[in-house]
């Protein structure tokens, strides 16, 4: 729902999902290696109304997709006759990744993650949520500075918070409903932006003001008509 909103209502929206693959293989689990795979997750808008609908869907075809999560990515793509392109990926340029809890040990062996800085995005855009221990999810995004700027992509994380909020707070509402500006940003471009007021002399009339402008800037233009 997030991408729909931030590519003007479009209904034809397609995400990338990370799937580990260890677990379709016989002793994946003594294997040190990158073994994921993208599944690109398609959803149409047009007939889908509420977030408990979209919930519905997403999770039906999540299902067929985690069916088939082996078919390499590349080979989809082909079947699929995408145009390739060195500046972007094809098919999916947004990523959602979704961790479960980390194991502390592999192979024997305690681990703990480093987080790495200035990597080149591979995605336009991507969001990863990480479940931890008591409950808590480290979410974090990572975008393409080519394309967006390290405010623009803070904004549209605090989209995709606010959206989480309000989309599991109502979930029966209708998408177009559900807010995705947070309450303090609403605030301001709301409230703070729209006080335009001014104060004016009271003892005067609006055409003494016109007539106090003429005099102030004489060779201003005071009228354009058809350009």
């Not at 509402?173 to 007021?197: G, H, K």
Request: hydrophobic residues 40%.
């Amino acid at each position: 729902e997030l991408m729909h909103r931030l590519t003007a209502g479009q209904d034809d929206i397609v995400v990338g999902f990370s799937v580990d693959l260890r677990r379709h293989y016989k002793f994946a689990d003594k294997l040190v290696g990158y073994m994921v795979n993208t599944l690109p997750l398609r959803t149409k808008f047009e007939q889908i109304h509420t977030f408990s609908e979209l919930i519905k869907d997403v999770s039906m075809k999540l299902k067929g997709a985690l069916e088939n999560s082996t078919v390499p990515f590349h080979m989809i793509v082909d079947q699929l006759k995408m145009p390739r392109s060195a500046s972007r990926q094809s098919l999916v340029q947004t990523m959602f990744t979704f961790v479960h809890e980390r194991p502390q040990t592999i192979l024997g062996h305690r681990w703990e993650p480093v987080e790495l800085i200035d990597v080149d995005a591979q995605m336009e855009l991507a969001i990863a949520v990480v479940e931890e221990e008591n409950n808590r999810m480290q979410v974090s995004i990572e975008y393409n500075s080519d394309l967006f700027d390290e405010s623009t992509a803070g904004r549209i994380f605090n989209c995709f918070s606010a959206l989480v909020d309000n989309a599991t707070s109502n979930p029966d509402l209708p998408l177009f409903s559900l807010q995705i500006i947070p309450a303090d940003q609403l605030n301001v471009q709301i409230r703070q932006w729209n006080r335009t007021e001014m104060e004016f002399p009271k003892h005067l009339c609006l055409h003494h003001l016109f007539e106090q402008t003429v005099r102030s800037n004489p060779d201003a233009i005071s009228l354009i008509h058809n350009n």
